[in-house]
């Protein structure tokens, strides 16, 4: 089970090559080269999955970093973070299956006047169908099957579906 709710043979863990800062440097860095003459003020990454690759973009442009994560099921700045009306921010997130999480850190961004000017991600496993409301890009795109549960030919033979992603209780 994916954290967008939908069902998959395969799970990409990208926090397996994140646990080391090198790696995260360098994707951090590679995903930094599309966005080099933007002049992207802010990174912000829903929170857990774009915690470190986010601070690594960031790392990567000089820019602020911070995230959105959820309250009451929506996601929101917290913490004390905000955003000033037109700034350039670029959202980033480890993995990019329905879009989901950055489609709502977008919208998070923009109900705050920022300027979204992209979106990024180490993987997109949605063959690049995803469509999170602005221009996005990924260090590598792949077309992995998933299937709404009720398709599920797993679940149909009664296989147990397992969650092994960090969102807990959907
Ligand atoms: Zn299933």
């Known amino acids: 089970m994916l954290t967008s709710g939908l069902h998959s043979a395969i799970y990409l863990q990208c926090a397996l090559v994140l646990q080391h800062p090198r790696e995260a440097e360098n994707f951090g860095r590679s995903i930094a ?3 080099r003459t933007e002049n992207i003020q802010t990174v912000a990454a829903p929170a857990i999955g774009g915690l470190i690759i ?3 973009v960031a790392r990567s442009l000089g820019a602020r970093f911070i995230w ?3 309250e009451n099921g929506k996601m929101v700045l917290r913490r004390g973070f905000s955003v000033s009306p037109g700034e350039r921010v670029l959202v980033v997130e480890d993995v ?3 879009g989901g999480s950055t ?3 977008v919208a998070a961004l923009q109900a705050s006047a920022a300027k979204v000017i992209a979106a990024a991600s180490i993987i997109d496993r949605s063959s690049g169908k995803a469509d999170v409301g602005v221009a996005r890009i990924a260090l590598a795109t792949l077309a992995v099957p998933s299937v709404d549960p009720d398709l599920c030919e797993a679940c149909k033979r009664g296989e147990p579906a397992i969650k092994p992603g960090s969102r807990k209780g959907r």
């Open 54 to 56: 986010g601070h690594e």
């Open 68 to 70: 959105t994560e959820r």
């Open 103 to 105: 489609r709502e850190t």
């Open 96 to 98: 990019v299956t329905t």
């Open 33 to 35: 080269e599309h966005f």
